[in-house]
């Protein structure tokens, strides 16, 4: 894959997004970290206390000429809860806000437009995602990377994200890679 771009999205624990972008097409690689705070290389344990202002994140490089970044928003805005305010389910925190961090004006286009006219078509309540431009990321430990395939009999995996990988199976299954 040439030209690859980057995509910077917060959905709540970057485990979730990590395993539901890893199995996307024209995703070439798919890192979790952290993003949007104030403090320089963060550690884990400092952006669980909640003073240092960073979302966990995915970094996402992918390929526009396979799959365009309103895809890959289209994918964000049904997978996770955009509704709640630094909260995804049990997950509560600042930390696990609804972002995305744009890299460019046109990136920044169309995250306005997919959260003001296409969120809204599948969440009743109103959508709280900050749109943000990227500054910096800071990627997690190696334990944090592809944790679900890493773990799958861990029970965060079973109970959270093995439901949310087979909502991704049933509602874009043409963007997905093959099994």
């Known amino acids: ?3 690859l771009e980057t995509a910077t999205l917060a959905g709540g624990c970057f485990w979730c997004l990590d395993a539901i972008y890893r199995r996307v097409i024209g995703v070439r690689e798919v890192v979790s970290g952290y993003s949007g705070g104030h403090k320089e290389n963060p550690t884990t ?3 669980y206390e909640g003073h240092t202002g960073h979302a966990e994140v995915v970094q996402i490089s992918f390929s526009p000429s396979v799959i365009s970044f309103r895809e890959l928003l289209e994918i964000f805005f049904v ?3 955009p509704t709640t305010l630094n909260r995804q389910g049990n997950d509560v925190g600042d ?3 609804s972002a995305v961090f744009f890299h460019d004006e046109d990136q920044r286009l169309d995250a306005l437009d997919m959260k003001e006219n296409f969120a809204p078509t599948i ?3 109103p959508i709280v995602t900050q749109i943000t431009p990227f500054s910096k990321f800071w990627p997690a430990g190696e334990d944090h990377q592809d944790f679900y395939a890493k773990r799958p009999g861990y029970g965060y995996c079973q109970v959270v994200i093995d ?3 087979a909502k991704l199976r049933q509602k874009f299954t043409s963007k997905l890679k093959p099994e």
């Open 1 to 3: 894959m040439q030209n």
């Open 45 to 47: 344990a400092e952006v």
């Open 79 to 81: 997978m996770h809860d």
């Open 95 to 97: 930390e696990y806000r």
């Open 123 to 125: 969440w009743k309540k």
């Open 163 to 165: 439901p949310k990988v």
